[in-house]
Structures are given as structure tokens and as C-alpha cells.
Nanobody, 122 residues
Framework: QVPLVEFGGGSVQAGGSLRLSCGLTGRTFTFSAMGWFRQAPGREREFIAAVDWDTGRTNYGDSVKGRFTISRDNAKKTMYLQMNSLKPEDTATYYC???????????????WGRGTQVTVSP
């Protein structure tokens, strides 16, 4: 069973907004942080944002600072990514992940969702 599931992807015009959600599917596991990564065809996976599950401390990739906001609802065990001022270069498959640290590096994340597509048209 895939441990995480993403919601909220879709198509939007440049300058628009989307909100992604990530929830647990029911499989039991422990984690200290959750994060978002994305990958476009032919490109390496890129870190977007992460949040420490206990403290709420956040970490953002340079390409999305000031435009994207990560948040979490501890009670619902759900993480969100509010994406504003979207650009065509934000087009990618977005993945949520859970792990041990709100790190830029994917090695710190043990559990992944299957991804949701975000497409931004000019």
C-alpha cells in the first residue's frame, strides 16, 4: 500500500494558484517531517519545501521562496502546499514524502506518494 497520497494537481494559467494536499493512506509509520518534491520530464527531482511535524519549522527551495507556502494539520495528518504566482517552469509531477528531517535531500525521506501532475500554461 502506498503510504501517502497527493491531491489537488491540475492545470492552471501562469499567475494562477493551486493548493496541493498530502495525506496518509492508513498504513502505520512514524515520521518527523514531511516535504514536497517535484520532477519534470528529463530533469532531476527538485526539492520544493518541507516542514518539521512537531515544531512547524519550514524549509523552502530557492525556486519557490515567496510563492509557495507549506503547512500541516497535525490532527488530520495532512500536509498542504499553497502555490501562488505559478509559472510555466513549475510544471512537473509533485510528490509528497515523509521522513526524519525537513531536509533538502531526498535521502531523509522514507515514504513517498505516487505524485500529482501540475501543469502551468503561459
Amino acid at each position: 500500500q502506498v503510504p501517502l497520497v497527493e491531491f489537488g494537481g491540475g492545470s492552471v494559467q501562469a499567475g494562477g494558484s493551486l493548493r496541493l494536499s498530502c495525506g496518509l493512506t492508513g498504513r502505520t509509520f512514524t515520521f518527523s517531517a514531511m516535504g514536497w518534491f517535484r520532477q519534470a520530464p528529463g530533469r532531476e527531482r527538485e526539492f520544493i519545501a518541507a516542514v518539521d511535524w512537531d515544531t512547524g519549522r519550514t524549509n523552502y527551495g530557492d525556486s519557490v521562496k515567496g510563492r509557495f507556502t507549506i503547512s500541516r494539520d497535525n490532527a488530520k495528518k495532512t500536509m498542504y502546499l499553497q502555490m501562488n504566482s505559478l509559472k510555466p517552469e513549475d510544471t512537473a509531477t509533485y510528490y509528497c514524502a515523509a521522513g526524519t528531517s525537513p531536509s533538502d535531500f531526498s535521502d531523509y525521506y522514507d515514504y513517498w506518494g505516487r505524485g500529482t501532475q501540475v501543469t502551468v500554461s503561459p
